[in-house]
């Protein structure tokens, strides 16, 4: 019943930018840590961004000064401003959040289905 949906990927020229958005929706009792993974063909799923339920954030090093992730808990969204964007930000990339839905007393790990990111003249 739990899910996130990711919205906002697209094709963007190098130095433009793109907005993330990642709503989570069902039965939801609390939502803790949220985050942004990517994953290029070949490469593995590497964390780009997560922030924890008070706020703070911690940025992967090739996107710090570029990136900056957000949260809404009372629309129980997270968003990743990607400024700057360069051809090796190319991925799929991933909303992840640990979530407790309403039936079960233990925070599960839901991801979404991924969004495409492509930075390309």
């Known amino acids: 019943q739990v899910q996130l949906v990711e919205s906002g990927g697209g094709l963007v020229q190098p130095g433009g930018s793109l907005r993330l958005s990642c709503a989570a929706s069902g039965g939801i009792f609390s939502i803790d840590a949220m985050g942004w993974y990517r994953q290029a063909p070949g490469n593995s799923r590497e964390l780009v961004a997560a922030?924890?339920?008070?706020?703070?954030?911690n940025y992967a090093d090739s996107v710090k000064g570029r990136f900056t992730i957000s949260r809404d808990n009372s629309k129980k969204t997270v968003h990743l401003q990607m400024n700057s964007l360069k051809p090796e930000d190319t991925a799929v990339y991933y909303c992840?959040?640990?979530?407790?839905?309403?039936?079960?007393?233990?925070?599960?790990?839901?991801w979404g289905r991924g969004t495409q990111v492509t930075v390309s003249s």
């Open positions: 922030i924890t339920s008070g706020g703070s954030t």
């Open positions: 992840n959040a640990d979530i407790r839905d309403t039936y079960y007393n233990e925070y599960e790990e839901y």
